[in-house]
Structures are given as C-alpha cells and as structure tokens.
T-cell receptor, first 110, second 112 residues
Framework: GQNIDQPTEMTATEGAIVQINCTYQ??????LFWYQQHAGEAPTFLSYNVLDGLEEKGRFSSFLSRSKGYSYLLLKELQMKDSASYLCAVRDYNTDKLIFGTGTRLQVFP | DSGVTQTPKHLITATGQRVTLRCSPRSGDLSVYWYQQSLDQGLQFLIQ???????AKGNILERFSAQQFPDLHSELNLSSLELGDSALYFCASSGDRGDGYTFGSGTRLTVV
C-alpha cells in the first residue's frame, strides 16, 4: 500500500519563499506529482518528478529523492493567489493510479 | 477548459436516492479515474478504468459502481445515498502511461 505525509497547514508572507515537504512509503513507485487546488475547484497540475533531482518551472520547483521517499515543492516570490492547498501524489507502478496525500493548506499574508 | 467534462456540476438529492455522475475524458485519453473529496478532506481514490476495463479499485463502497463505455466516457453510480456521501466527486483522465492527469471541474453532490 501507500502512505503519504505532508504538513496540514503552512503560512507565509507575500514575496517570500516556502517549502512544502512530502514523505511517502509505497510498494510500487512510478513518479510523484504536485497539484494545486483552490477551495471547491479542481486540482491543477504543477509538477512531476520520476527521477531524483530538481525540476524547475518558473516560480515553482519540485525535488525528489527516491531513496529517502521524500519530495518537496518550493514556491518562490509568493503571491496572494498562491493561497491554496498543495497536494502531493504518488503514481502506482502497476495501475498508474494516483494516490494523494491529505494536502497542505498554504495561506499567504500581505 | 481542461478537456475533461463532468456533468452535472451540482446535484442535490434526498437520502436513499440513486444518482449518476458522468465524465468525458480528454480526447485520446484511455484511462479514467474517479475520486471523492469530502469537506476539508483529501482526494480519495475510488476506481480506475482503462479502455473500458476496470483496472484498480480503491475504497469504493458497495453502494457505488462505475463503468466505462466504448466511447470512453465513464459513469459513476451512487445508490442508497446517505448524508455522508455529500462530497465533491472528481473525474480525471490520462494518456497511455503519460505524464498528465487532467481533472474535470467536479460534481458537487449534496444529500439532504
């Protein structure tokens, strides 16, 4: 089975940098995804890591260490609109289904 | 528009009733996934179909069932509804072992 852990809530200031961590235990790993979800809306894709290392995409970066079962999402130059939940998800090797963590609710303050 | 279409967007029904939620995947995507998200909860995986066949099952209640049709659209049937079934139900689709999982806008089900 899979177990995915991420902090429940985080706060940060506009313009700052925030790192959201995710640890996972899985029986069959085939990639880690980060999604952003505003309340009541659909999750939207942010990033995908299947190999170790850092993937950068504008203000967002994601890091993966498969040996440690660890990932983080780095958000730079925070904006008020970044206030949302950030979901870490692991893809199952055999079925391709995504298993999600409970999400981290980020609040950005002025 | 994500390319994944879910209908209806909102549904209000009484306990004990049966409803059907519909999902049309992104063009070319063979896999369809259904998720349930209760208030302030994470996305719970329900069931996955690939090209018409059930591929994986999560914590889906026996009162719930789903299918994927030859045109690849999928339906999630929820029966004997209870108050606790009130949630957002999302459908997502993906290509053949590709990177992208695209979510529909969801169906908000309220059971009264």
């Amino acid at each position: 089975g899979q177990n995915i852990d991420q902090p429940t809530e985080m706060t940060a200031t506009e313009g700052a940098i925030v790192q959201i961590n995710c640890t996972y235990q899985t029986s069959g790993f085939n990639g880690l995804f980060w999604y952003q979800q505003h309340a009541g809306e659909a999750p939207t894709f942010l990033s995908y890591n299947v190999l170790d290392g850092l993937e950068e995409k504008g203000r967002f970066s994601s890091f993966l260490s498969r040996s440690k079962g660890y990932s983080y999402l780095l958000l730079k130059e925070l904006q008020m609109k970044d206030s949302a939940s950030y979901l870490c998800a692991v893809r199952d090797y055999n079925t391709d289904k995504l298993i999600f963590g409970t999400g981290t609710r980020l609040q950005v303050f002025p | 528009d994500s390319g994944v279409t879910q209908t209806p967007k909102h549904l209000i029904t009484a306990t004990g009733q049966r409803v059907t939620l519909r999902c049309s995947p992104r063009s070319g995507d063979l896999s369809v996934y259904w998720y349930q998200q209760s208030l302030d909860q994470g996305l719970q995986f329900l069931i996955q179909y690939y090209n018409g066949e059930e591929r994986a099952k999560g914590n889906i209640l026996e009162r719930f069932s789903a299918q994927q049709f030859p045109d690849l659209h999928s339906e999630l049937n929820l029966s004997s509804l209870e108050l606790g079934d009130s949630a957002l139900y999302f459908c997502a689709s993906s290509g053949d072992r590709g990177d992208g999982y695209t979510f529909g806008s969801g169906t908000r089900l309220t059971v009264v």
